[in-house]
């Protein structure tokens, strides 16, 4: 394995400050496209033989890039979204060093690990390291809306490999993820009646009233003890103040640890459905990750990762998160899949975001060893 004088900690800092400049949330497509084209860049700079794939359903492209047989060996799979908005690094979180943390939108989540996988890679090739497997970095535009353009993109790739590599942040206390709990996005609307809402409210039904009712009854099914949360994450509704509102709409996100708590969460949002005041309710289920089980495949990764950060000398636990990541979707096919592989840090999807670039070099080595010692 490499020594640690082959990772420097302020070259690796420096490629994630130039990808955390280029703002990228889902939707701003010339965003995204930007961070692939920096990307492809990097993989043709390596030798790697670069894919590039067109944008489905209004999304980004995705970049591929193989060195080695496209098949039998070990994909690294990383996003390029983020949830800031543009104008974030202007207004709420400038990219700043302050100490150990370094600051911006997706340094933690997921652009840092995006660049450990690259400076990884990068490292064994100067030191003339072969890695014993065939390596391919795959690099997605739309796994913070749940990935509806790339899921069958990386469920197909991932099923050509052995293992899948994920480098979405570390744990808050250090450890990776081994697997991770059900995600399902849920779309409510209330249908309500209009009327004006000065001269004759009483004979309109609030629609916007109606869905204030649900959220309340909705958050409070959050059971954190068994893990299984119920977050409503947008609201939107009505038109003009003076109109009793006829639509309101709400996204709900929901987590599960199990399949059968799964069920449980579907059949209570499911129950929320038909008519109460005059108001009819309108319950959609949308995107699901699914569950990703600790399975004997995940955890014999998980051991041979482990025996090579006890020669490092840096945390190792694991545990399987309530967060989703595209991991869900390569863990769920049986393949052996270790998440969480990336930077140290807080804040995520917050305007407190940062990384820690204490965590950079030791977990850089940890990829390079994972990319050099697997067979």
Not at 9 to 14: G, K, N, P, V
Not at 279 to 304: C, D, F, K, N, S
Request: one cysteine or more; hydrophobic letters at 45%; glycine letters at 12%.
């Amino acid at each position: 394995m490499l020594s640690e004088t082959a990772f420097d900690t302020d070259r690796i800092a420096s490629g994630i400050i130039r990808w955390a400049e280029i703002e990228s949330p889902t939707h701003h497509i010339d965003g995204v496209n930007r961070m692939m084209d920096l990307a492809e860049a990097d993989m043709r700079a390596l030798g790697g033989a670069v894919e590039r794939l067109p944008g489905l359903n209004a999304f980004g492209d995705a970049v591929v890039a193989r060195f080695g047989a496209a098949e039998g060996g070990i994909l690294v799979l990383s996003h390029l979204d983020t949830v800031h908005e543009i104008g974030t690094i202007a207004e709420n979180l400038p990219i700043r060093e302050e100490g150990d943390r370094l600051y911006g939108p997706g340094v933690l989540d997921m652009k840092g690990g995006a660049r450990l996988g690259i400076e990884a890679f990068a490292a064994l090739r100067e030191a003339g390291i072969a890695p014993r497997l065939p390596v391919t970095f795959m690099f997605t535009p739309d796994e913070e809306v749940g990935t509806p353009s790339s899921r069958a993109r990386i469920e197909a790739e991932a099923m050509r490999h052995r293992y899948v590599l994920v480098a979405e942040p570390l744990r808050p206390w250090g450890g990776v993820v081994t697997g991770r709990h059900a995600v399902q996005r849920f779309h409510v609307r209330t249908h309500g009646k209009a009327s004006h809402a000065g001269l004759s409210k009483a004979d309109g039904r609030s629609a916007i009233a109606k869905m204030a009712d649900l959220v309340g009854r909705i958050e409070a099914l959050n059971d954190y003890e068994r893990e299984t949360t119920y977050a409503v994450g947008t609201l939107h509704g009505g038109t003009f103040v003076n109109v009793v509102a006829t639509l309101c709409e709400a996204e709900i996100l929901c987590v599960a640890p199990s399949d059968a708590v799964l069920a449980e969460v579907q059949a209570n949002m499911a129950a929320l459905a038909g008519e109460e005041d005059g108001v009819r309710i309108e319950v959609v289920p949308g995107l699901l990750r699914p569950v990703a089980p600790q399975h004997e495949a995940t955890m014999a990764l998980y051991a041979h990762a482990r025996a090579l950060a006890d020669e490092i000398g840096i945390e190792f636990g694991h545990c399987r998160s309530p967060g989703g990541s595209d991991g869900n979707f390569t863990g769920t096919l049986g393949i052996a899949t270790l998440d969480g592989l990336g930077v140290g840090g807080a804040g995520a999807h917050t305007h407190d975001e940062h990384l820690l670039k204490s965590s950079l070099a030791p977990r850089c080595r940890l990829l390079a060893g994972l990319l050099e010692t697997l067979s």
